[in-house]
């Protein structure tokens, strides 16, 4: 059973983002937002180790071994996640970044959203090698891209495809800038041997502070954990991302979390039974072998085709955001993890179902909501988890 925590930074954080950074080189490091998966499966699997062991010797220990794994192979432990979120009293509201497949159409008399959609267009020309339609407007239009986050609400109106969306997305835009503000700290490398600061090895680094309103009211991140054995507790406290900060787990009421997916569900399941179309949309970075496109996908004379939880499908097209660069520092071999291109949160996929023959619609969407989008070893670290849309 997943259970679901509110992640509560205690003061500011700071994510580092895949650039190379040697002091006495660089004198100014970046930060990201949202940050990796990667980091909140890293930092909680440290957090289990030093729970009961250390990093040296928590491999004699087999019980960790089974929940954590070690460098060469990962454990039991799972995350779905994380999702920006809002704390209000004993009530969470999720930030989902906004899909690519949206867009703002504004005149002088009023602003639409409006859905992209893949159309096929004979006289288009491509370089790639596979059948895919062009992701773009119905008719030819001046189209404006909003940037930011979607709350439960907003996320329902997309999902239903309203068009009264539109006038909503301007001050969706601009309230996503509350979310956290940049704190610049200035920083100086010390002499681990001698415990003094090295000379000429300065630097700055931005820190991010989550907006927080009053002890009630306060911005964190969701996270789904399986898989931990109850080493990870209700009010534990542990270090997230760069510079050592400090975060706290609150676990939420049972239920909580999935009972707001489900409001998503009853706006898209009938939509996709009738169309036998669906879309799948990224809330956490994707990692594919194949670097575009999910790998349970095949060429087939010249289309992207394959199985998915049973279902024949075909991929139509997919509109995505500017690849991302994701790296990370390997606490056992104390060396940087390799920088790996993954494709962003916000990116639509467009699939259409080629035999729809015995699907139990209830049991994919209990499953998939949200869910990964396969069983990988990248799956358990959060990455590609997704939602999925009718269309």
Known sequence: MTKWY??????TLFFRDGKPFEFGIENYSFSIFPPSPRTFYGALRTYIILSRSSINSYKKDEELLKIVGDENKFGNLRIYGPIIAKKIGSYIE???PIPKDVMLKETFIEKRAIYLKPQE????NFNLDKKINLVIPE????????????????????????SELGEKLEKIAKDSSNIYKHEHRVGIKINKERGTVEPHYLYSSPHLRLGIFNTARYYGFIIGIEGDEGFIENGGIFRLGGDTR???????????IEKI??????QIIEKIKNSKRFKMILLTPAIFQNGWYPDFLNISNG???GKWEGIEIKLLGCILGKPKYLGGFDLVKQIPKSIKK??????????????????????????????????????????????????
């Open 121 to 124: 267009i004979e006289e288009a």
């Open 342 to 391: 993954v494709i962003p949160p916000g990116s639509v996929y467009f699939f259409e179902i080629i035999n729809d023959t015995n699907i139990n619609w209830d049991n994919i969407f209990n499953n998939y909501f949200p869910r990964s989008i396969d069983n990988s070893d990248l799956s358990k670290e959060g990455f590609q988890l997704i939602l999925l849309g009718g269309w």
């Open 94 to 96: 999720m930030y989902f």
């Open 139 to 162: 008719q030819e239009e001046d189209l404006e891209e909003v940037e930011g986050y979607f709350s439960n609400s907003d996320m329902e109106d997309y999902l239903s495809e309203k």
């Open 246 to 256: 400090v975060v706290e787990l609150e676990e939420l009421e049972e239920g909580m």
């Open 261 to 266: 997916f489900s409001q998503f569900r009853l």
């Open 6 to 11: 509110f992640i509560r930074p205690i003061d």
């Open 303 to 305: 289309e992207l085709v």
